[in-house]
C-alpha cells in the first residue's frame, strides 16, 4: 500500500490509467456492490453503468428536472423541524436529514413517495436495510488485511452481510416487480430507465438490484452527513450563521420560499460550504482509494500491479504548506482575491481540495449532490435560527465509518426566524 498527501502525487494517482481500479473491501463484495459503479472492475460493464448514470440521473438536465422533488422534500423537513420545535427545546437533526435524503433518493429512483416524517412499512425498512450496510461498510474488517483471517470471521461481517442481501434482494425485487407490472412511462424513475434498456446495455436482474441499492445506499448518507457538519460550524459560529441570513434576506427577502435559482445567486453560502467540505470532507473513503491494475511509477517509485494507493485528504486540507491558518473554520478564504482561492472547484481539478475524487474514479453523484446540500440549508437557514441547546455541547470529534461523521449527533435548540414588518416587504 502508498499513502500521499501530497497534492501532485495525489492527481498523478487518482488520474492515472494504471490505477483505474478499486479495492473491494469483503463487505462490499458480499454487499454485491462489486456489480455497482462504485466497485466494479473498470472495462466495459464499469463505463456503461457509469454512462447510464450520468445520463439518465446525474446530468445537468435531470439535476433541473428533479428541483421540484427536493423543494418538496425540503417544505417536508422544515414542517417535521418544526414540530419537533414545537414538542422539545432539544432536535436532533441527523434523523430529520437522514429521512429527508432516504426519502428524496427513494423518490428519483424508486418513484416512491414517501414524507419525510414517514413511518409507512418500506420507508421504515429500508432505512434499517441501509443503517446495516453502512455499518457493514465502514467497520474496520480485519480480515481485508489479514488474509489468514478469512476463514474465520472473527467479527462476523461476513455472516451479518449473508443475512443481509436476501432481505435487500427481496425488497429490490419487489419494487422491480412493481414497475414491471405498470404502463411503461415516457419520463419515470431510474428504474424505469434501467428496465427500458436494450441490446448491450441491458442489465440482468442481479445487476439491476446491485446499481439500485447501491444508488440508494451512497444518495442517503453523503448529503445528510455534510449537512450535519455545516449546522454544526453554523451554531459554532453565529456570525457565519447571520451572514448566510443577510445573504438570503438581500437574495430572497423573507415573503416567499427559497428556490434553486436563488441560491446560484449567493456567494457566501458556497463559501461556507467549501470550507466544511475542507474541515470535515464526508465523501466515502473509497473516493481516495485505488488499485493498480498494471505496473507504474509514482512519484520517482516503481510501483507494482495490485498495490493499492491512498490519498489522505484529511490532511492535505490540513497542510500549513497549502492552507493559511488550516484549523481555523474561515469561509472567507474563498472570497478574498489576495488568497487565489475564489476560483477554487470541489469538483476534482484541484486537488488540494477534492472531497469527492478525482478522475474517472471520482463520485458521479456530486454534482447533485452539491446542489442538494446547498438548497436544503438555505432553505432551513432561511426558516430557523439554529442555536445550542441546554445539556448538549456541540462536539466536533469525528468518527470514521464509511464517513467521517460527527462522533456525536447533533442537537440544537431552534428559533423560528421573525417574519418581516410592514416596512420591510
Known amino acids: 500500500m502508498i499513502v500521499t498527501c501530497n497534492p501532485e502525487v495525489a492527481k498523478d494517482i487518482l488520474n492515472s490509467s494504471a490505477f483505474a481500479d478499486r479495492p473491494v473491501k469483503e463487505s462490499a463484495y458480499s454487499l454485491m456492490f462489486n456489480r455497482a459503479i462504485g466497485f466494479a472492475p473498470y472495462g466495459v460493464y464499469w463505463r456503461t453503468l457509469r454512462r447510464i448514470a450520468a445520463t ?15 423543494a418538496v422534500v425540503a417544505v417536508q423537513m422544515v414542517e417535521m423541524l418544526r414540530d419537533q420545535q414545537n414538542r422539545t427545546r432539544s432536535v436532533c437533526v441527523r434523523d430529520v436529514l437522514k429521512r429527508a435524503s432516504l426519502s428524496n433518493m427513494m423518490w428519483s429512483v424508486f418513484g416512491k413517495k414517501y414524507r419525510v416524517d414517514s413511518n409507512d412499512h418500506d420507508s421504515v425498512e429500508l432505512r434499517k436495510l441501509v443503517d446495516e450496510g453502512y455499518e457493514l461498510l465502514g467497520v474496520l474488517n480485519w480480515t481485508d488485511h489479514l488474509p489468514w483471517l478469512a476463514d474465520f470471521d472473527p467479527q462476523g ?8 442481501v436476501p432481505k435487500v434482494n427481496r425488497f429490490v425485487k419487489r419494487i422491480i416487480d412493481e414497475h414491471r407490472a405498470r404502463p411503461s412511462q415516457v419520463s419515470g424513475d431510474f428504474t424505469d430507465v434501467l428496465l427500458s434498456l436494450e441490446g448491450p446495455d441491458k442489465l440482468s436482474e442481479p445487476d439491476m438490484i446491485a446499481v439500485l441499492w447501491e444508488m440508494i445506499f451512497r444518495g442517503t448518507d453523503t448529503v445528510a452527513v455534510l449537512i450535519e457538519w455545516i449546522l454544526a460550524r453554523l451554531v459554532l459560529h453565529v456570525d457565519v450563521q447571520v451572514k448566510i441570513q443577510e445573504e438570503l434576506h438581500r437574495v430572497v427577502g423573507r415573503s416567499r420560499a427559497v428556490t434553486e435559482a436563488d441560491v446560484t445567486s449567493l456567494v457566501y453560502l458556497p463559501a461556507v460550504v467549501k470550507e466544511v467540505l475542507r474541515l470535515h470532507p464526508p465523501g466515502p473513503l473509497l473516493s481516495w482509494a485505488r488499485l493498480a491494475i498494471t505496473d507504474t511509477v509514482i512519484d520517482g517509485h516503481q510501483v507494482p500491479a495490485g498495490t493499492t494507493a491512498m490519498v489522505n485528504m484529511w490532511a492535505i486540507t490540513r497542510d500549513p504548506e497549502i492552507w493559511n491558518d488550516p484549523l481555523v473554520f474561515r469561509p472567507e478564504r474563498f472570497l478574498n482575491e489576495s488568497e487565489g482561492l475564489m476560483d477554487m472547484s470541489v469538483m476534482g481539478s484541484d486537488l488540494r481540495l477534492a472531497p469527492f475524487g478525482s478522475g474517472r474514479r471520482s463520485c458521479p453523484g456530486k454534482g447533485l449532490g452539491l446542489a442538494t446540500v446547498s438548497f436544503w440549508v438555505a432553505s432551513l437557514l432561511h426558516e430557523f435560527e439554529f442555536g445550542r441547546c ?14 467521517c461523521e460527527m462522533a456525536t449527533p447533533l442537537h440544537v435548540s431552534l428559533r423560528s426566524r421573525p417574519d418581516p414588518s410592514p416596512l420591510e416587504v
Open 56 to 70: 439518465h440521473l446525474f446530468c445537468p438536465k435531470q439535476i433541473k428536472v428533479s428541483e421540484g422533488q427536493r
Open 157 to 164: 461481517v461476513r455472516s451479518r452481510c449473508y443475512k443481509l
Open 390 to 403: 441546554d445539556g448538549y455541547d456541540v462536539d466536533l470529534s469525528e468518527v470514521l465509518k464509511l464517513s
